[in-house]
C-alpha cells in the first residue's frame, strides 16, 4: 500500500535528491512536543482494548468524515453526555468503518491510517467490507502481544520526548505514576490553562475555585489568581513541562492595567460578563502567562481561530472534540499588538503562532515572525496538517521568516499509532521542498541536508526547550 517514493516530485532529479535527503533523515528520533496522546497508556502500560477502540473511537478526523456521510455517532462507539446507549461491539463499528473506508481516498487520515495498517501491524491489503473481519482478526492478535503495548510501541515507534496537554485543574496523576514506574520513556505535560482562562468555558467560576483548592490559595482574588498560575505552572514544570498551550477563539491580546483586569475577573466570577468582555479577558491573560513564561521559562503556544463545537446538537450530546470545530478568519498584526509591545522584543521568550486562517501566513505571520525576537511559526495546523498544506506552508513563510523562525513539526494527535506516520509525512515534504530548492539554485545542497536535519529534529527540540 505505501510506495516508497510518496510524496516525492515527478521530476527524476528532484526525486533522487529527495530520496537522498529523506534517507538521512528518516531513522531520527521523534520530537512529539505537543500533542493529546493519553497519559494513562503510558503509566499503566494496559493492551489497547481492540482495534475500534484504537483507529475509530476517539479519533475525529475518522468519525467526523463518516459522520459527514450520514453515519451517526452512536453507531460509531462515541459516548453519550447523558450516558445513552451507544454501540459497544467493536467488531461491527470496525465493519461500519471497513465498508466505507473510500470515503477517505486522497485524505491525509488514509495515508496515517495505511501507514499504521502496514508498518505498525503488517497489513498489507486495503481495508473494504471485504477483509474487515480479516483485518480486525490480525489487529486484535497482535494488541495481546507484549510489543504491542504503548511502552514498547512508544520505544519501537523511536520517540525521544512526547508531551501531553492537561488543564491546571488536573492532579497529573498519570506523570507521577510513569515517574514512580522507573521507565525511561520521557513523556512530559505541557500546560493549557483554557477552563480557568475563559469565562465562557463551562463550569468556570467552579474550575477557578478548585484550580486554587489545588493551587493552595485563594483564586477567586485577583492577586490569589494569578499566584494560582504560577503555582500550578511550577507544577507542571516539575512533570518535565516546557509550554503552555492557548486554544482560544481569537487571537486577542490586551495589557490592561491591572484595576482593569481584576474589574474582568470579578465579574467574570459573578457569571456576568459580555462575550467582548470574556474575549479581553482572555486577551490580558494571554499576555499575563507571557510575562509568567519570562519568569518561568515555558514557551507559550497560541492556537486560536477555530469556531468550538460548531453544531450545538453534537456538544449537547456528545460533548467537546468531536469532530466540529472549524475554522474562521484570524488577526493577528492588530489583536498581537498589546502582547508584542509587552514583551515582544524578549530574545528570551519563545511565543509560537499557530493558524487555521491560511491567508495570514504570507500577509501577517511570517512578516512578524520575521521581525518580533520572542515570535516563532508553528506547523501547518489541525485540518492543514496534510502534504498540501504542509508544503503550502513552506512556501508562503520561508520567503519572509525563513526557516529558523519556524519551530519544525510537532504532531498535535490524540491517534497514538499515527505519530510516525504523521513525522514521515512531515520529512517527506520538507525534503521535497528542500531538494527543488537546491535544483533551482536557491539552496546549496550541502545546506539542504543541514536544513532536513533541522526540520525533522533540531528546531523543535530548541524551540520547545526539550
Known amino acids: 500500500m505505501l510506495h516508497p517514493d510518496r510524496l516525492f516530485p515527478l521530476d527524476p532529479s528532484a526525486r533522487a535528491l529527495s530520496r537522498q535527503l529523506y534517507d538521512t533523515v528518516r531513522s531520527l528520533p521523534i520530537v512529539s512536543p505537543h500533542g493529546h496522546t493519553d497519559p494513562r497508556w503510558y503509566a499503566e502500560n494496559q493492551p489497547f482494548p481492540d482495534p475500534a477502540q484504537l483507529f475509530v473511537v476517539p479519533d475525529h478526523y475518522v468519525f467526523r468524515m463518516l459522520y459527514s456521510q450520514g453515519i451517526d ?28 473506508f473510500h470515503l477517505f481516498r486522497a485524505t491525509p487520515s488514509r495515508m496515517w491510517l495505511e501507514h499504521a495498517f502496514e508498518d505498525v501491524f503488517g497489513l498489507t491489503t486495503r481495508l473494504s467490507a471485504e477483509t474487515a473481519d480479516a483485518a480486525y482478526d490480525h489487529i486484535a492478535d497482535c494488541l495481546q502481544k507484549p510489543e504491542f503495548r504503548p511502552r514498547a510501541l512508544f520505544e519501537r515507534f523511536n520517540i525521544e520526548v512526547i508531551a501531553t496537554t492537561e488543564s491546571p485543574l488536573d492532579e497529573l496523576k498519570w506523570h507521577q505514576q510513569i515517574r514512580a514506574s522507573g521507565w525511561n520513556g520521557r513523556v512530559v505535560t505541557a500546560y493549557r490553562p483554557d477552563p480557568v482562562v475563559d469565562p465562557e468555558f463551562e463550569g468556570f467560576v467552579g474550575n477557578v475555585e478548585r484550580f486554587g483548592e489545588l493551587a493552595g490559595v485563594d483564586a477567586t482574588t485577583w492577586s490569589g489568581y494569578l499566584d494560582a498560575h504560577r503555582n500550578r505552572r511550577a507544577f507542571f514544570k516539575s512533570y518535565g513541562g516546557t509550554s ?14 491591572q484595576d482593569q483586569a481584576k474589574a474582568l475577573f470579578d465579574k467574570a466570577l459573578t457569571g456576568r460578563i459580555s462575550a467582548d468582555e470574556a474575549d479581553a479577558f482572555r486577551g490580558h491573560m494571554l499576555t499575563e502567562m507571557a510575562k509568567m513564561s519570562l519568569e518561568d521559562g515555558l514557551v507559550l503556544q497560541i492556537h486560536p481561530g477555530s469556531f468550538r463545537n460548531h453544531s450545538s446538537g453534537i456538544m449537547a450530546r456528545h460533548g467537546r472534540d468531536k469532530g466540529f470545530d472549524i475554522p474562521t478568519r484570524t488577526d493577528y498584526v ?48 489541525w485540518f492543514f496538517d496534510s502534504p498540501d498544506g504542509m508544503r503550502r506552508f513552506r512556501e508562503t513563510t520561508t520567503e519572509t521568516a525563513g526557516f529558523y523562525n519556524t519551530v519544525g513539526f510537532n504532531d498535535d494527535t490524540r491517534a497514538f499509532c499515527s505519530i510516525p506516520a504523521r513525522h514521515d509525512v512531515a520529512r517527506r515534504v520538507d525534503c521535497a521542498y528542500l531538494a527543488e530548492l537546491v535544483l533551482t539554485g536557491r539552496l546549496e545542497e550541502d545546506e539542504a541536508h543541514e536544513l532536513a536535519g533541522e526540520l525533522a529534529y533540531g528546531l523543535a527540540k530548541r524551540a520547545y526547550r526539550l
Open 73 to 100: 455517532l452512536t453507531a460509531l462507539g462515541v459516548p453519550r453526555v447523558d450516558g445513552g446507549m451507544t454501540e459497544t461491539d467493536a467488531r461491527k463499528i470496525w465493519r461500519l468503518f471497513a465498508e466505507n
Open 244 to 257: 503552555s498551550d492557548h486554544g482560544h477563539a481569537t487571537a486577542r491580546t490586551e495589557n490592561l492595567p
Open 334 to 381: 492588530r489583536a498581537l499588538k498589546p502582547l508584542l509591545d509587552a514583551v515582544g522584543m524578549e530574545k528570551d521568550l519563545t511565543v509560537i503562532l499557530f493558524t487555521l486562517d491560511e491567508t495570514s501566513y504570507s500577509r501577517e505571520l511570517a512578516p512578524l515572525a520575521g521581525a518580533y525576537p520572542a515570535l516563532k511559526l508553528g506547523p501547518a495546523w
